[in-house]
């Protein structure tokens, strides 16, 4: 399959090979998809939980229980949830 695309975009994808992120613009492409996809597949139910899980967090902020946030161990966590996604 032949895929165009448009020079803003052929360009982004080869500043993420170059960076290292991808190994190739196949690559790039096909996890791009692969996340489209998944953004496709969440459910009016999984928004639902996910804000009632938000209003949780909230309140114990509020409350004072909660700490500083690390965001880089935030991220590895998201990256790992997504690869056990892509994987099953």
Same mark, same amino acid.
């Given at each position: 399959?032949?895929?165009?695309?448009?020079?803003?975009? /052929?360009?982004? $994808?080869? @500043?993420?090979?170059?960076?290292? #992120?991808?190994?190739? *613009?196949?690559?790039?492409?096909?996890? +791009?998809?692969?996340?489209?996809?998944?953004?496709?597949?969440?459910? /009016?139910?999984? $928004?639902? @939980?996910?804000?009632?899980?938000? #209003?949780?967090?909230? *309140?114990?902020?509020?409350?004072?229980? +909660?700490?500083?946030?690390?965001?880089?161990?935030?991220?590895?966590?998201?990256?790992?949830?997504?690869?056990?996604?892509?994987?099953?």
């Amino acid at each position: 399959m032949n895929i165009n695309l448009t020079p803003e975009m /052929e360009k982004y $994808v080869a @500043e993420k090979v170059k960076s290292g #992120a991808y190994a190739s *613009a196949s690559e790039a492409v096909n996890d +791009s998809l692969s996340t489209l996809k998944t953004q496709e597949e969440v459910t /009016e139910e999984d $928004v639902i @939980e996910l804000r009632a899980m938000i #209003a949780v967090g909230v *309140a114990q902020a509020d409350r004072g229980e +909660s700490g500083p946030w690390d965001v880089e161990a935030f991220k590895a966590r998201v990256r790992e949830q997504l690869r056990r996604s892509k994987a099953s």
